[in-house]
């Protein structure tokens, strides 16, 4: 990984806390104040410690802000007031907000920001912490459009702030295992990645059309603030809470849920670049535009084809939800399972590579472990806190991998939604042949949203 950015525009890295802590000693200069006196015997001294804010903290928000709960939680913002006050019951310091507008106007001290909000929302939060200079760990897809995750993965950059996306299996060992094994040529020359998700559609309900029903919104809830830059739309809970994920104006479908999680170690396994292509066939296309434009598929398959690139390739990528899954390997053991939930398959001249390991099972024993080239991870979480204090980038900085691989991700649902194969120029970041593909990659904002 390239070392954090030291230039003038990295300075928004440099929390105003921190610096003022900084200039203040400076100025003084008098009396050396002991580590063990700034955070006694074995803890962690509060000059070392980020004030963070949540945004979004039901269910896996809960979870991130808990697992960051190491420094200092000082905000708590969701539309939701119930969350809110969930929220302000277990970290009573903090502040509570339902527009992380105000409260990033309103508290300066805030170091760091957590989003894990629904997909539409991701960009136009992750935009205004990035441009106030703070560190943000996003949950994935990062963003809802691709023109939104090369804007955002751009301003990340620009600003010097320390970014991670919520992929946490990018952290794991299965992970650096596979980079490791390519990179040792045990597979030989990647032609094929296979992934797959059998996300039930009770989690994720698709394709289906809009109520008609116009139920109240409930007291505790704004929906003006949720629903945010996209287009206004009666409440209904079949959109919230957490149904919104198939919905084309809320969330990426399961494609855009899972494919950042299962495509992540092949794209750095092989620097995957830009597809030259994209295409798409889904149970969609058996459906009214009431219910295609509403709503991602119940199932779909979707290939990418890639170029030759670093001794690999062309490769062709694969996506498969919806119980859809591709053939049975022929070095599988007959018997064991396949393909029933989620999994990722890189198929090589040489050989396979099922989830982390090779198959059939004698090859992988025959060949042990790869040559360790990768240093291996404190943790998903510990990363983004680790980075947003100076040090070593995190495996899922938003610039030096999120942002690529979630707008690659994205041009999959460009494909499904338009049922064309697409070809992608990469360099003018629109697609060569279809007007109604370029029209998804940058959806206008409801008025009063800006990124």
Known sequence: MASRDTSPEAAPSLSRRRFVTGAAAAAAAVTVVPRHVL????????????????VGIAGKGFHDIQSVSSENIVAICDVDARQVARGLKQWPKAKGYKDFRKMLDAQKDIDAVSIAVPDHNHAVITMAAIKRGKHVFCQKPLTHSVYEAFAVGEAAKKHGVATQMGNQGQASEGARLVCEMIWDGAIGRVREIHAWSNRPHRISPRGIRRPSDTPPVPDWMDWDLWVGPSPMRPYHPCYHPFAWRGWWDFGTGVLGDIGCH????????LDLQHPTSVEACSTNEQEPPEVYNETAPIASITTYKFPEHKGHGPITLRWYDGAMRPPRPEALE????????????????????????????????????????????PGHHKEWLIAAKGGKRAGSDFADHAAHLAAVVLLGNCAIRTREKLLWDAKARKFTNSDAGNALLNPPYR????L
């Open 39 to 54: 955070g006694g015997p074995g803890r962690q001294p509060p000059s070392e410690t980020l004030n963070i804010a949540g």
């Open 262 to 269: 299962q495509l992540s170690t092949v794209f750095k396994a």
């Open 334 to 377: 007959p018997g064991r399972e396949f393909g029933r939930n989620d999994g990722t398959m890189i198929v090589g001249d040489k050989g396979v590579i099922l989830g982390h390991r090779l198959i059939p099972e004698s090859r992988q024993k025959e060949y042990g472990k790869p040559p360790r080239k990768l240093d291996r991870s």
């Open 447 to 450: 008025d009063g949203w800006t």
